[in-house]
């Protein structure tokens, strides 16, 4: 198995982006940040239906992978994916007018928090079944195979989904038929209320991809510069018609599984050793060492991000309702 698995590490001796490229990765993560943070006061005040399931902590994996991407390209995840949707270009608005149940929604507010998806922007959809996303992704991988136009799938899942048979038979066919795509998990520690160490064993994920032969990374999840390397090496073999890649990011959600989750199976000092290891922060810290963005731009960025997001989701909130006419549209 040791040829099909590696671990990631980022050279800093080599590594090097340009300022424009910093201030994409910090604008993805802060978005995404200060959407998933303005998400939960909406919630908190019963404006929202359905389940609200956190992305923050986990921003450097989706914007690390999406930053490789394009729009023709194919992605799924889970019902955390309002991050991977920010970082492939959603508009917040529309996102917000989703949650909110309003016509401007990506789904005519039908979808809800949960259920995010678009044509244009290769979003096959959020799903909030455990592991459903990744056959669809596979499914999406075989037919860009065979419209030879240099589309790839990738597909985001947490750890508990690796225990899915689903997800052991998309790998399989993945291997077996060499399709252009990437398996991403983010792998947060924990299933829901479980602990990882209670429903697996084994200690790297990626070690399943390994077993079906596909070239499996481990990375720093947390570190957006590592998992943007990591991601395109990964894309550049899928683009190149070479097979599948498995990435396991190690990362880890720094809210409950959803909200109102009381978090009583994790300890305050576990969730405050990690809070001093959470991507923005981390990337902060690089910005300001490398000299790739100062404190004046860094802040400057953020605080137009954090008004940017208030503003779509006031207009969100003041959208219109779908009318009765929509009611059985588009429902299956
Ligand atoms: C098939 C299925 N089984 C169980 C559930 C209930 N459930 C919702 S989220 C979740 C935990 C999944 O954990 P993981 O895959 O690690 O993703 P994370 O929530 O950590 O991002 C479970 C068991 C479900 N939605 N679908």
């Known amino acids: 198995m040791g040829e099909w698995l590696q671990f990631f590490e980022l050279n800093e001796q080599s590594w090097s982006w340009d300022q424009q490229k910093a201030e994409e990765a910090w604008r993805k993560m802060n978005v995404i940040r200060a959407f998933e943070e303005k998400s939960i006061e909406l919630y908190k005040q019963g404006l ?66 949960m259920h995010i998806a678009c044509r244009e922007l290769g979003i096959l959809g959020a799903n909030g079944i455990v592991g459903a996303g990744i056959p669809i992704a596979v499914g999406s991988a075989l037919t860009a195979k065979y419209r030879k136009k ?3 799938a990738v597909t985001f899942f947490g750890d ?16 077996i038929l060499k399709l252009p795509i990437v398996f991403v998990c983010e792998n947060n520690l924990y299933s829901e209320m479980t602990p990882i160490k ?12 390994a077993a079906y032969r596909i070239p499996s990374i481990v990375v720093d999840g947390n570190d957006v510069r590592a998992v943007f ?19 396991e990011a190690k990362t880890y959600r720094l809210a409950g599984h959803m909200f109102g989750d ?31 963005l100062d404190e004046q731009r860094l802040n400057e960025i953020q605080n137009q991000i954090y008004k940017e997001i208030d503003t ?3 207009q969100a909130m003041e959208a219109e309702q779908p009318g009765m006419e929509e009611i059985f549209t588009d429902v299956y």
């Not at 609200?52 to 992978?65: C, D, N, R």
């Not at 508990?160 to 291997?175: K, Y």
């Not at 305050?268 to 990337?283: D, G, Y």
């Open 48 to 113: 929202m239906g359905g389940s609200l399931h956190s992305y923050i902590g986990q921003e450097a994996v989706a914007t690390g992978v999406c930053m490789n991407l394009n729009t023709d390209d194919y992605i799924t995840m889970t019902y955390r994916g309002r991050g991977q949707a920010i970082a492939i270009g959603a508009d917040p608005y529309k996102l917000f007018a989703e949650m909110l149940g309003r016509k401007d929604g990506y789904c005519k507010g039908k979808g809800g928090p």
């Open 150 to 152: 240099g589309q790839i």
């Open 160 to 175: 508990g989904a690796t225990n899915q048979g689903a997800f052991h038979e998309a790998l399989n066919l993945a291997a």
């Open 198 to 209: 209670y429903s697996t064993l084994n200690e790297d994920l990626a070690e399943r991809g």
């Open 229 to 247: 390397e990591a991601t395109k090496a990964a894309v550049n073999r899928a683009r190149l018609g070479e097979g599948p890649t498995f990435i």
């Open 262 to 292: 009381a978090e009583t199976y994790r300890s305050k000092e576990e969730v405050a050793e990690w809070r001093q290891k959470e991507p923005i922060k981390r990337f902060q810290q690089v910005c300001l060492q490398e000299q790739l």
């Open 312 to 314: 779509a989701a006031q």
